[in-house]
C-alpha cells in the first residue's frame, strides 16, 4: 500500500514556471517507478512525465519535452515536476502514480495508486 499527497499546483500566466511535488508514504520508496498524469475538464486522464526506481530513466510526453521536469528524491520519498514556460493547455488536474508493473511507463494501467490531483490554472 502506497499513500500519495500532491502540492505545488496553483494559477500561473503564461510562461511562467510551477513545482509539483508529490510526498509518497508505505513501501519503500526507492524500490518502484513513479509517473505524473494530467487530466483536463473533458478529456481523459493523459500520460506526462515518468521516472524509474534509481532516477536514472526518464520518461516524456512529446507536449511537455524540453519544458517540464521530473526528478525523484528516494531520502525524502518525493517525486517532483518542474513546468517551465507554461501554457493555457497546461491547465489540468495533475496525479503522480505508482508504477505497479506492466511493460510500459506511458500507459495509465501500468500505475497502481494514485494521489488526489492538484489542480493547476495557467492564465493567458
Known amino acids: 500500500q502506497v499513500q500519495l499527497v500532491e502540492s505545488g499546483g496553483g494559477l500561473v500566466q503564461t510562461g511562467g514556471s510551477l513545482r509539483l511535488s508529490c510526498a509518497a508514504s508505505g513501501r519503500t520508496f526507492s524500490t518502484y517507478g513513479l509517473g505524473w498524469f494530467r487530466q483536463a475538464p473533458g478529456k481523459e486522464r493523459a500520460f506526462v512525465a515518468a521516472?524509474?526506481?534509481?532516477?536514472?530513466?526518464?520518461y516524456y510526453a512529446d507536449f511537455v519535452k524540453g519544458r517540464f521536469t521530473i526528478s525523484r528524491d528516494n531520502a525524502k520519498n518525493t517525486v517532483y515536476l518542474q513546468m517551465n514556460s507554461l501554457k493555457p493547455e497546461d491547465t489540468a488536474v495533475y496525479y503522480c502514480?505508482?508504477?505497479?508493473?506492466?511493460?510500459?511507463?506511458?500507459?495509465?494501467?501500468?500505475?497502481?495508486?494514485w494521489g488526489q490531483g492538484t489542480q493547476v490554472t495557467v492564465s493567458s
Open positions: 502514480a505508482v508504477r505497479g508493473g506492466g511493460s510500459s511507463y506511458y500507459t495509465r494501467g501500468s500505475y497502481n495508486y
Open positions: 521516472i524509474s526506481w534509481s532516477g536514472g530513466s526518464t
